[in-house]
């Protein structure tokens, strides 16, 4: 029988960047938004507080770009400073390259087994699914999902008994399944 495991975000990932102000290089994003109109030309950037000074800093979101050709949800999510776009923004690869940024996930997912009936089985089939494109080790999932030390874990890989058609080595933020015989 197939399990599902699905890695759920928690709370927005701490940005990595250095503060101007006092050298720190941790920000956290609250999901708030400033949008600045200069006649018929749009600025509007994604707003990140330093965890050590609290200085404000601005990630670009837009540029320059001209009103009509902005999404009219996109304008009306911004000015409600929803919390879901800045999520989407900040797994965005062109907004991250722009800004020059990396996500620190610590902390902020949790791994959903539906329930601890798995532990008992000789052999599981499971599917991990990601809600978000965040980057884990595979071996820390496996261990977490299934009460086990990462230390067997890593044994099980090397003896065959936890398969992947993926590397299970390294981190990975896209599905997978692997089974594990113990």
């Known amino acids: 029988m197939l399990e599902n495991w699905v890695v759920m975000p ?25 949008v600045n109109a200069n006649h018929k030309l749009l600025d509007a950037w994604l707003l990140v507080l330093c965890t050590a000074c609290g200085e404000t800093a601005k990630l670009t979101v837009l540029e320059r770009m001209n009103v009509r050709s902005v999404r009219p949800e996109l304008l009306d999510r911004m000015h409600d400073n929803d919390p879901g776009l800045a999520a989407e923004l900040l797994q965005d690869p062109v907004v991250r390259r722009r800004n020059r940024i990396a996500l620190d996930w610590a902390d902020a997912w949790r791994l959903d087994t539906g329930g601890s009936d798995h532990l008992d089985r000789e052999v599981i089939d499971v599917s991990v699914r990601f809600a978000a494109r965040i980057p884990v080790r595979p071996v820390r999932l496996i261990a977490e999902g299934c009460g086990l030390p990462r230390a067997e874990v890593e044994r099980l890989i090397d003896e065959g008994k936890a398969v992947s058609a993926v590397r299970l080595s390294g981190k990975l933020s896209g599905d997978f399944t692997f089974m594990l015989k113990r």
Request: glycine fraction near 8%; charged fraction near 25%.
């Open 10 to 34: 928690t709370c927005l990932p701490h940005v990595l960047r250095r503060c101007h102000t006092c050298a720190s290089g941790r920000f956290r994003a609250n999901g708030k938004f400033r």
